[in-house]
């Protein structure tokens, strides 16, 4: 009994070749990858913008309003989540017709702003970037999708605005003119 031929053998013979070369040639490139590259997608220090007392209600709602003004007047359709520095929902509102899959993502992006105290943008970027960016995708409770922003008054973080409901892009321009609003 013949358990492989000539044929099969030489085949064989010349399939492990090929895949060492392929090997060595994966262990070059990333060897002589550049660091740069390979770290373009981290992330910067958290800011040193410290917490101050939480936005009121009355104040939320001022926020939210210039938001919804902003979509309005762009003709989008938006869910408008305002939350406290530990990111706790203050304040609610989903324009009419908005679709219902964007309530959680503008409550997450708020809380992520307000969290992490920066805008969701910069972990967006950050995955974008690959390499170490790619870590943020593990930080718990990070939503990386634009649209979430600070509100910050007098210096200091009072809460978040997080908007979904258009493509990020425009997530983001509501975001930050509702952010805008806060005094």
């Known amino acids: 009994m013949q358990l492989c031929n000539d044929k099969q053998l030489q085949t064989q013979e010349v399939l492990v070749p090929r895949w060492?070369?392929?090997?060595?040639?994966?262990?070059l490139l990333a060897v002589a990858m550049p660091r740069t590259v390979l770290a373009q997608g981290s992330l910067a220090p958290p800011p040193q913008i410290p917490y101050?007392?939480?936005?009121?209600?009355?104040?939320?709602?001022?926020?939210a309003a210039a938001a919804i003004a902003?979509?309005?007047?762009?003709?989008?359709?938006m869910a408008i989540a305002i939350v406290d520095p530990g990111g706790h929902l203050v304040y609610f509102e989903k324009m009419q017709d908005t679709q219902t899959g964007s309530v959680d993502p503008a409550i997450d992006k708020?809380?992520?702003?307000?969290?992490?105290?920066?805008?969701?943008?910069?972990?967006q970027d950050?995955?974008?970037?690959?390499?170490?960016?790619?870590?943020?995708?593990?930080l718990t409770g990070v939503t990386p999708?634009?649209?979430?922003?600070?509100?910050?008054?007098?210096?200091?973080v009072v809460g978040a605005i997080g908007v979904s409901g258009g493509?990020?892009?425009?997530?983001?321009?509501?975001?930050r003119t509702g952010a805008g609003a806060a005094k």
């Open 167 to 175: 493509s990020s892009d425009q997530d983001g321009q509501v975001a």
């Open 52 to 63: 101050g007392l939480a936005i009121t209600t009355e104040s939320a709602k001022l926020v």
């Open 70 to 77: 902003e979509a309005r007047n762009n003709r989008w359709t």
């Open 126 to 138: 950050a995955v974008a970037g690959g390499g170490e960016g790619l870590r943020v995708l593990r």
């Open 145 to 156: 999708i634009e649209g979430g922003v600070p509100i910050i008054v007098d210096g200091k």
């Open 110 to 123: 708020a809380r992520t702003s307000a969290l992490f105290r920066r805008p969701t943008k910069l972990f």
């Open 20 to 27: 060492l070369a392929i090997g060595s040639v994966v262990s």
